[in-house]
């Protein structure tokens, strides 16, 4: 008798926890990180992946990266079709560094966060996804803020505090600005990536930076199940504030 008070008594209980969990599992997201990286710098990355070097002389996108998961839906499967109309700008803007004509870049950035990215309406498929990228994208237009600044692919060093200062002055918040840390064959840090952050009305908002997740490599870590950039050795980290910053140019990649 009493068990089945019990029961009656935690089955509505039991039905709305369950409904609200299922529902969480891919919860809205309340952030989003516009990554762009510095063509020049990710072939340096990839070593001996990047076998034709980008001509890009401004920076491309990496991806647009919500805070609600990574890999969301493994049954949502990239399709290029979708977004056939966009390729000429993918092609410009968001192209795969080690493979210019390939589309596993596009596919790895649907597959890890376009796929959580859709719970929102504003990105609901596909397309709308990677125009949404897109036309954040152009709208920031990074290499035109740094150059108005007179910060502009250089042999010469640049102080951090003169290429956050355009960027926050640019656009009243802070990005997260990304380095490769100095080597022995080089004494400044080399600029890398640059995320800048949206909250979910698409209004810019401070990167807040994860210290504890900022570990040794974060810019492998975010790639490691990416496989064509497997021979990725070394990483990137959060610039330092302290150190000359080479924004190297192109012709880096030809000596
Ligand atoms: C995953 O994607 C499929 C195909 O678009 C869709 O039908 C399904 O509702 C999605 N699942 C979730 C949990 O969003
Ligand atoms: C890919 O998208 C196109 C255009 O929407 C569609 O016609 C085609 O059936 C899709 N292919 C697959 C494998 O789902
Ligand atoms: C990429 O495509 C262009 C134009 O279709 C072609 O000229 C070029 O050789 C291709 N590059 C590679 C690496 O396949």
Same mark, same amino acid.
Not at 142 to 159: A, D, E, G
């Given at each position: 008798?009493?068990?089945?008070?019990?029961?009656?008594?935690?089955?509505?209980?039991?039905?709305?926890?369950?409904?609200?969990?299922?529902?969480?599992?891919?919860?809205?997201?309340?952030?989003?990180?516009?990554?762009?990286?510095?063509?020049?710098?990710?072939?340096?990355?990839?070593?001996?992946?990047?076998?034709?070097?980008?001509?890009?002389?401004?920076?491309?996108?990496?991806?647009?990266?919500?805070?609600?998961?990574?890999?969301?839906?493994?049954?949502?499967?990239?399709?290029?079709?979708?977004?056939?109309?966009?390729?000429?700008?993918?092609?410009?803007?968001?192209?795969?560094?080690?493979?210019?004509?390939?589309?596993?870049?596009?596919?790895?950035?649907?597959?890890?966060?376009?796929?959580?990215?859709?719970?929102?309406?504003?990105?609901?498929?596909?397309?709308?996804?990677?125009?949404?990228?897109?036309?954040?994208?152009?709208?920031?237009?990074?290499?035109?803020?740094?150059?108005?600044?007179?910060?502009?692919?250089?042999?010469?060093?640049?102080?951090?505090? $003169?290429?956050?200062?355009?960027?926050?002055?640019?656009?009243?918040?802070?990005?997260?600005?990304?380095?490769?840390?100095?080597?022995?064959?080089?004494?400044?840090?080399?600029?890398?990536?640059?995320?800048?952050?949206?909250?979910?009305?698409?209004?810019?908002? $401070?990167?807040?930076?994860?210290?504890?997740?900022?570990?040794?490599?974060?810019?492998?870590?975010?790639?490691?199940?990416?496989?064509?950039?497997?021979?990725?050795?070394?990483?990137?980290?959060?610039?330092?504030?302290?150190? $000359?910053?080479?924004?190297?140019?192109?012709?880096?990649?030809?000596?």
């Amino acid at each position: 008798m009493k068990s089945t008070r019990l029961c009656c008594l935690f089955l509505p209980f039991v039905i709305q926890y369950t409904s609200i969990v299922s529902s969480k599992s891919i919860s809205d997201w309340t952030k989003v990180v516009l990554t762009h990286h510095w063509p020049v710098t990710a072939c340096m990355l990839l070593g001996s992946s990047c076998k034709s070097p980008p001509k890009m002389n401004y920076w491309t996108l990496h991806g647009l990266w919500p805070n609600n998961g990574d890999s969301c839906n493994n049954s949502w499967p990239f399709n290029v079709t979708e977004i056939q109309s966009l390729l000429p700008d993918m092609h410009t803007f968001w192209p795969d560094v080690a493979h210019p004509n390939g589309t596993k870049f596009w596919k790895h950035e649907w597959v890890k966060h376009g796929t959580c990215a859709v719970v929102d309406e504003s990105v609901n498929s596909e397309f709308k996804y990677f125009s949404k990228a897109l036309e954040l994208y152009k709208k920031l237009d990074l290499t035109s803020v740094l150059m108005k600044y007179n910060i502009k692919p250089s042999p010469s060093y640049y102080r951090m505090s $003169d290429i956050r200062n355009a960027i926050t002055s640019t656009f009243g918040v802070h990005a997260k600005i990304q380095c490769i840390p100095p080597s022995e064959e080089q004494s400044a840090q080399i600029l890398g990536q640059i995320e800048i952050c949206f909250n979910q009305e698409y209004g810019l908002t $401070d990167c807040v930076h994860e210290k504890s997740t900022e570990g040794s490599s974060p810019y492998f870590n975010k790639l490691q199940f990416f496989g064509i950039y497997q021979e990725l050795n070394t990483g990137l980290m959060v610039c330092d504030e302290q150190l $000359d910053t080479y924004y190297p140019p192109l012709n880096e990649l030809h000596k």
